[in-house]
């Protein structure tokens, strides 16, 4: 019998790096999906050697029954603000000082509410060594003076390193748990999409690596903007074939945007992975803006109110989103011009009394949608858990 040779699995040697003892990792945020982002890069970090063992986690500092929250973190590891429950790997080590968290650092992971980032930039510029790798896992879009601007863009030009974007299907608290889902990577370039696959897969959060990394973003933002309108269609008791024509419409303007406004190529593939159809669904179904939007329509409270009331502290991005989406398309003259096929579903929902997201969003800019307004129906029996 020839000798069977029995391959060790050994632990991958760590690529040359810019630092001693494997890539430094830091992420930049510690909200919901930063925390469980944390979990799962902390307990890679801490088996591959390829990356140093003690990944910093920039908090932003808050008081939580009288104790700071990178204190709690630290001693507890746990969030208990943002991510109860869960605990933490011991080698993720809350950092209140950004510039301290970020030191060294080369990998960045950014993943903070969309409008915090450009402050957070402002105050990173000038100490990011330049071949830092960074990934955003930010869900949301900026106005620039030519209209759309990716925050991976942002980041970009603040910063000037090279970003890679991770979105797809994934409810923080359902990842935390570690239940099964997928998500997708998009990058330029490939070999920082392999570090950082490495970085962030495991067997239950598994990860497809694609080029088209503006694509991804989009489908990231834009995502938001239809689980307002799936939120609305709820809190009106429109009914689950009305939800799935707005899931449908949405999708479809979710391509022609993207064609209209990434640069580079935009192919239906992409929207087939993690970060269209299957985030698009889970977030019209489970997200925190479908669930808030559903409140808005039936109680006419202010959006901020109703965040207030029901987040704690957590922050909608699909309103604001809908808001820069609208001033875009009315800077370029688009709204009024839409596409034939989606002119005609609006007016086809408009029958029903629906709200074009549209104008939805124009409400919901000024936050003043009046309780008159909109037929007013009962509360759900059994609230939805956050
Ligand atoms: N939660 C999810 O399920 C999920 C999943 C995928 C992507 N995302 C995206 O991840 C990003 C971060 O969301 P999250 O869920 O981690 O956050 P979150 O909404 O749970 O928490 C808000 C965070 O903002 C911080 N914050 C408050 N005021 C601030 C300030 N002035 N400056 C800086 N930070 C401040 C808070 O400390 C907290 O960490 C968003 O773009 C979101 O769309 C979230």
Not at 154 to 177: D, K
Not at 338 to 347: E, H, I, V, Y
Request: hydrophobic share 40%; proline share 5%.
């Amino acid at each position: 019998m020839p000798p069977v040779l029995v391959v060790q699995r050994s632990r991958r040697p760590p690529p040359a790096s810019p630092t001693m003892g494997g890539r430094k990792v830091c992420i930049v945020g510690s909200g919901n999906w930063g925390s469980a982002i944390a979990k799962i890069v902390g307990n890679n970090a801490a088996k591959l050697e390829q990356f140093d063992t003690t990944v910093n986690m920039w908090v932003f500092e808050e008081e939580v029954s009288g104790k700071k929250l990178t204190e709690i973190i630290n001693m507890q590891h746990e969030n208990v603000k943002y991510l109860p429950g869960h605990k933490l790997p011991p080698n993720v080590v809350a950092v209140p000082d950004l510039l301290k968290a970020s030191a060294g650092a080369d990998i960045l992971i950014f993943v903070v509410p969309h409008q915090f980032i450009g402050k957070l930039c402002e105050q990173l510029k000038d100490h990011v060594k330049k071949e830092t790798i960074g990934v955003s896992l930010i869900k949301g879009v900026d106005e620039g003076p030519e209209g759309l601007k990716l925050i991976s863009h942002v980041i970009h030009e603040w910063l000037g390193i090279e970003m890679s974007v991770l979105m797809g299907a994934n409810i923080a608290n359902e990842v935390a748990e570690e239940k099964f889902c997928e998500t997708t990577i998009g990058c330029k370039n490939l070999e920082h999409g392999q570090i950082l696959k490495e970085l962030m897969q495991t067997c239950n959060f598994r990860i497809t690596v694609v080029p088209e990394a503006d694509t991804v973003e989009i489908c990231g933002a834009l995502k938001n903007v239809v689980a307002v309108g799936a939120g609305f269609c709820d809190g009106l008791s429109f009914g689950d074939n009305t939800k799935a024509a707005v899931i449908r419409l949405g999708l479809m303007e979710m391509i022609t945007f993207a064609k209209l406004f990434c640069k580079g190529p935009v192919t239906s593939a992409t929207f087939l992975e993690s970060c269209g159809i299957a985030d698009l669904i889970t977030t019209c179904y489970g997200g925190r803006n479908r669930r808030v939007a559903e409140a808005f329509a039936r109680t006419g409270k202010s959006i901020e109110q109703l965040e207030k009331e029901m987040l704690n502290g957590q922050k909608l991005q699909g309103p604001q989103t809908a808001a820069e989406l609208n001033h875009i398309l009315k800077q370029k003259n688009l709204v009024e011009k839409g596409k034939d096929g989606l002119r005609q579903a609006a007016s086809g929902l408009r029958v029903q009394g629906l709200l074009r997201l549209h104008d939805a969003s124009d409400r919901l800019r000024g936050l003043s949608l009046q309780r008159q307004s909109l037929p007013l129906l009962p509360a759900p029996k059994s609230p939805e858990a956050a």
